[in-house]
């Protein structure tokens, strides 16, 4: 009985002092699924398709899912997931945006997700660009607004640098890439040494990563689909593929920086900035004065509004890295308010 009393003290006091960590858990079992590299097994929520395509002496597979409105008002919104989740994680904004008319493409880069992992690709971010903008084609959509969340940013901005003429609109979702963590003093590692750190990727590191950073050190069971979509394809049978294919973007982010040519943006743009948000990549392997620099989304996202010709600003206090996720009613509402109507809209 003492013995009982000593552990329900240790727990107690573990508890208390260790509130996020408690935090983590889960009220009911969490289902931990595992994925083929291409998400095989996950189901989306609307139908899939695949734009096939050669690229660097290869056939490719791009899966998208194109969702048309009953009341079409001539707008094409284009999503662009991050690098930690999928176009299937846009799907409350999928719906809000079908239901006030827009025809919404949202799209699985190269790399991730549904969409072909190759086992050797140069990754730019003008190579994705040209594949995302060769999908578009493909669907005759001239004009279209790109919605880019994180990731999906820096490649949003390489696309409308290099087509300024067939985007109607950038909106970024707190877009990393708006400092230059290279410049700043985050150390270089290879790609193998990418590789190995993404080979110990789990549900538990991707949790606990976005709840610091994606939340604002909040969770909800809400999130948790999102880090078994993700964790799924770690516990499959493509594991390596998936590992090596993520740390192959890693390198591509770390080296390629949008953060110079901010200046050079010649099409509307929006930032919609999730304050806590403290996302900086290779942050951890920066000594700890580096790290103190790095991730301040309020002071970044006024420094790139000041430089992106007519730019605008919609700050969440609030809220973190994903506010499209963590509160979509206040995500949607600035959303909706921010888009531009394109001149040349087809409402046919």
Not at 65 to 88: E, R, T, W
Not at 281 to 289: C, Q, T, V, W, Y
Not at 321 to 341: D, S, Y
């Amino acid at each position: 009985m003492p013995r009982f009393f000593v552990r329900m003290f240790l727990f107690l006091t573990i508890a208390v002092l260790h509130p996020v960590t408690a935090q983590n858990t889960t009220t009911s079992p969490v289902h931990q699924p595992a994925y083929g590299p291409e998400l095989q097994g996950y189901d989306y929520p609307y139908p899939v398709h695949q734009f096939e395509f050669s690229s660097q002496k290869q056939t490719m597979h791009m899966a998208y899912m194109d969702v048309k409105p009953k009341s079409f008002n001539g707008q094409v919104i284009v999503l662009m997931h991050g690098k930690n989740f999928c176009s299937a994680t846009w799907k409350a904004s999928i719906d809000v945006l079908e239901d006030a008319g827009y025809r919404v493409i949202a799209i699985d880069q190269i790399g991730f997700c549904k969409s072909t992992k190759p086992q050797l690709y140069q990754y730019t971010f003008q190579q994705l660009a040209r594949n995302t903008h060769a999908l578009l084609e493909s669907l005759s959509i001239q004009k279209p607004t790109l919605v880019a969340h994180s990731t999906g940013g820096m490649i949003a901005i390489r696309y409308a640098l290099m087509y300024p003429a067939s985007t109607n609109q950038l909106v970024l979702v707190n877009p990393i890439g708006l400092e230059d963590w290279k410049a700043k003093g985050v150390p270089s590692i290879s790609v193998d040494q990418w590789y190995e750190r993404e080979l110990q990727t789990n549900a538990d590191k991707i949790r606990q990563y976005e709840q610091n950073t994606y939340y604002a050190a909040t969770w909800s069971d809400s999130y948790e689909p999102w880090v078994q979509m993700l964790a799924g394809m770690y516990r499959g049978p493509g594991k390596d593929l998936v590992a090596w294919n993520s740390a192959l973007l890693y390198d591509m982010i770390y080296t390629q920086p949008v953060y110079y040519e901010f200046e050079h943006i010649a099409v509307p743009t929006l930032l919609l900035i999730g304050d806590k948000d403290n996302t900086a990549i290779g942050k951890d392997l920066a000594p700890p004065s580096v790290q103190a620099q790095l991730g301040h989304y309020p002071a970044l996202a006024k420094q790139a509004v000041a430089r992106i010709p007519g730019a605008k600003l919609v700050e969440f206090p609030d809220l973190g890295h994903a506010p499209q996720v963590q509160n979509p009613a206040t995500f949607h509402t600035a959303l909706l308010k921010g888009l531009v109507a394109s001149p040349s809209a087809d409402t046919k």
